[in-house]
């Protein structure tokens, strides 16, 4: 999260979407790896080599040139799919916290259609605490959630690399300052 403007009465942070680098890393390794096994696998099939540097002729269509042909149209199909939440920037927001009007605002970018702007309004008399999520391990998670009376827990933060753990605490321990609540979880 990256704190756009913080006073007295308002604190609002910006929440990176799918508009991060190994999305596009991801992007173009699935585009262009899935196209030499697609372009490997019709090269198999017409026992003809489409590119000059890449002999396909020797492989069997059955079943290594299919399977190829199959890898190839499942990476291109995610990249594309990878590629449009880069376009359409998904998860893409802010978290706004109000001392003026009490409430806080918590506004994502969804898919394109009907439900394409996601905004959430909580009253600060519902929230109960902010809370520290730390898991450890092969796939580590690291999260700030915002604790209501009625029991959710909503994530303030982006899905990411985790970071580290003093500039989240930090994080987390300025926002309960900021509204006034408990922290939990440290």
Known sequence: MISDKVNKLLKRDIVTGSRRFSNYFWTLTLFFGGLGFLIAGISSYFQKNILSFINSTELSFLPQG??????????????????????????????EFDKEN?????????????NRQILLVYPFKNIKSIKLN????????????LCTKDQREIPLTPVEQPRSLEI????????ARFLNINLEGL
Not at 168 to 175: G, H, I, Q
């Open 66 to 95: 299919l399977v190829m042909t199959f890898y190839g149209v499942v990476a291109i199909s995610l990249s594309i799919y990878i590629g449009l939440t880069i376009l359409w920037d998904v998860g893409s927001g802010y978290n």
């Open 102 to 114: 009490e409430l806080i605002r918590i506004v994502r970018r969804g898919f394109p259609g009907k």
């Open 134 to 145: 730390i898991q450890d391990g092969i796939n580590p998670k690291r999260v700030i959630y």
């Open 168 to 175: 989240l605490e930090n994080e987390a321990s300025e926002l």
